[in-house]
Antibody
Framework: QLQLQESGPGLVKPSETLSLTCTVSGGSISSSSYYWGWIRQPPGKGLEWIGSIYYSGSTYYNPSLKSRVTISVDTSKNQFSLKLSSVTAADTAVYYC??????????WGQGTMVTVSS | QSALTQPRSVSGSPGQSVTISCTGTSSDVGGYNYVSWYQQHPGKAPKLMIYDVSKRPSGVPDRFSGSKSGNTASLTISGLQAEDEADYYCCSYAGSYREVFGGGTKLTVL
């Protein structure tokens, strides 16, 4: 049974870089069936797709965030990561990682709240 | 890419049916049969309810069904139950490995 778990700092200062990691258990991140994605949800607002990655390292980003986002994969650790640079208060959100099977996010992590504040 | 358009709220009484719409464009909803729907209870992670427009993952009750016509997808919940009260989000493939979500709909069971 595939499980995903986000980890990383819950507080980031403005203009700095937000870094999160998603650890995959119960399956291999190198599975050819899956892509892996990051989604965020500001408090009281809707979901926003941030980007996706394949185990080979191919990445796909939301055009509105592309200039600030880097998603990477570490197959040896069964993890993939998110970096979001030059953060502002508008980046305050719950960040979710999820497995992408076809075009559906079928398994989600529990989410981690990241607050941007000095 | 712009968010897909959903009604902010819908409501229904137990046992009734409700339908939530999700309107996009020919570049997303209308262009691909890759619409998914997610249920989110307060403080919880979203849960996949429908994928590929009308397919249900294992374990999702058949009270939940999906359809699409043109640039609009729909989620129908029949036989409403109290536990169906939640936020619902649609999501569509938008080409070039991009995904776009709807703004979300709050379902109230009266």
């Amino acid at each position: 049974q595939l499980q995903l778990q986000e980890s990383g700092p819950g507080l980031v200062k403005p203009s700095e870089t937000l870094s999160l990691t998603c650890t995959v258990s119960g399956g291999s991140i190198s599975s050819s069936s899956y892509y892996w994605g990051w989604i965020r949800q500001p408090p009281g607002k809707g979901l926003e797709w941030i980007g996706s990655i394949y185990y080979s390292g191919s990445t796909y980003y939301n055009p509105s965030l592309k200039s600030r986002v880097t998603i990477s994969v570490d197959t040896s650790k069964n993890q993939f990561s998110l970096k979001l640079s030059s953060v502002t208060a508008a980046d305050t959100a719950v960040y979710y990682c999820a497995s992408l099977l076809g075009s559906a996010f079928d398994i989600w992590g529990q989410g981690t709240m990241v607050t941007v504040s000095s | 890419q712009s968010a897909l358009t959903q009604p902010r709220s819908v409501s229904g009484s137990p046992g009734q049916s409700v339908t939530i719409s999700c309107t996009g464009t020919s570049s997303d909803v209308g262009g691909y049969n890759y619409v998914s729907w997610y249920q989110q209870h307060p403080g919880k992670a979203p849960k996949l309810m429908i994928y590929d427009v009308s397919k249900r993952p294992s374990g999702v009750p058949d009270r939940f069904s999906g359809s699409k016509s043109g640039n609009t997808a729909s989620l129908t919940i029949s036989g409403l139950q109290a536990e169906d009260e939640a936020d619902y989000y649609c999501c569509s493939y938008a080409g070039s490995y991009r995904e776009v979500f709807g703004g979300g709909t709050k379902l109230t069971v009266l």
